[in-house]
């Protein structure tokens, strides 16, 4: 038996918005569950789960029909109810949070809210449609933290009109908020988008997979620095996106690990820069040693080619509780 998620998908039904980035076109075709299948869903995931979150995911949960989200976190309430979930946790839009909703998803037992900040810059933020202001996300994150909900930002470095440098204002104000964790998305342009078709007139470019890691790096130390837990990096990869429905942009069936390597090799760098090493021991914790090396080896022969006369020596150290440490011989 394993503490888990048990995750359920809701259409975009309440979202007021057609984000560029957003396929509303695929995800419109989508049904939306019945009540009857959201419990038949939990009860089928408690045969293996023990303690279970349950998570609505795929929409903005409370922007729905304020009695549909009283079937849905009702049916799962009543496992909570039961003491065979732990909690349950939904995605939401920053301007869809007030006090009413507050006191709904209190009442129903609903621990975590995940909400799609996406920028804060409010330029951004209007070339991307989304619909609200950065101020919008300050209200709904410091209302959800003040009666006691774990809050969860989502990013997405390189939306339109983004540049590096308003990408990582937009970490820094996230990270001032304090969220119990933070989620970057680097754009993907995904088929059948607005953004897509921005794309394919020229009228926007990407991050490639390399740029975004680099930037994408610089916004995780800012999480990093402010002890701020970052929960994932990059869409989750599936069949669909690796298919064909990713057309450009920062996909990556691992971006997580492109940044992590990517933030490892500035941090050693920075350090191995102001020393004369003969030698220098990089230890690691546990399952960390493919981060630091890299993709293909890509760190270790960077780093020969930026300090040649310096030998250099990766480990793994099960002890070690720090992301990493350098030894200078």
Known sequence: M???????????????NACVFCNQRRI?????????????????ALKTSDKPQVSFYGGSFTAID??????????????????????????????????SVIARLKKYGVKTVELGVQSMDD??????????TAADCERAANALKAAGFEVI????????GAS???????????????????????????????LCDMYERGEYKPLTCDEAADLCADIFDVFVEKNIPVVRIGLNPTEELSGGAA?????????????????????VCALLDVQNAKKAVITVPAGRLSDMRGQKN???????????????????????????AVKII
């Open 28 to 44: 419109a075709q989508e049904r939306a569950p019945e009540t009857h299948e959201v419990k038949s869903i939990i009860e089928e």
């Open 66 to 99: 304020p009695s549909l989200q009283e079937e849905y976190l009702s049916a799962a309430y009543m496992f909570y109810k039961a003491g065979l979930i732990d909690s349950v946790r939904l995605s939401t839009r920053p301007d869809a949070i007030d006090e």
């Open 247 to 267: 057309v450009a942009g920062a996909y990556h069936p691992a971006m997580g690990q492109l940044v992590r390597s990517a933030w490892l090799f500035k941090k």
């Open 298 to 324: 890509l760190n270790v022969k960077k780093l020969k080619e930026r300090y040649p006369e310096t030998e250099i020596e990766i480990r793994e150290d099960k002890e070690l509780k720090a992301p990493f």
């Open 2 to 16: 394993k503490n888990s998620v048990i995750p359920i998908f809701i259409p975009h039904l309440g979202c007021p």
């Open 164 to 194: 590096r440098e308003n990408d990582l204002e937009t970490a820094k104000r996230v990270a001032a908020l304090s969220p119990a964790g933070v989620r970057i998305y680097p754009v993907c342009v995904i088929r059948d988008t607005e």
């Open 153 to 160: 930002l989502q990013i997405m470095p390189g939306l339109p």
């Open 123 to 132: 330029r951004v933020l209007s070339l991307s449609k989304r619909g609200h």
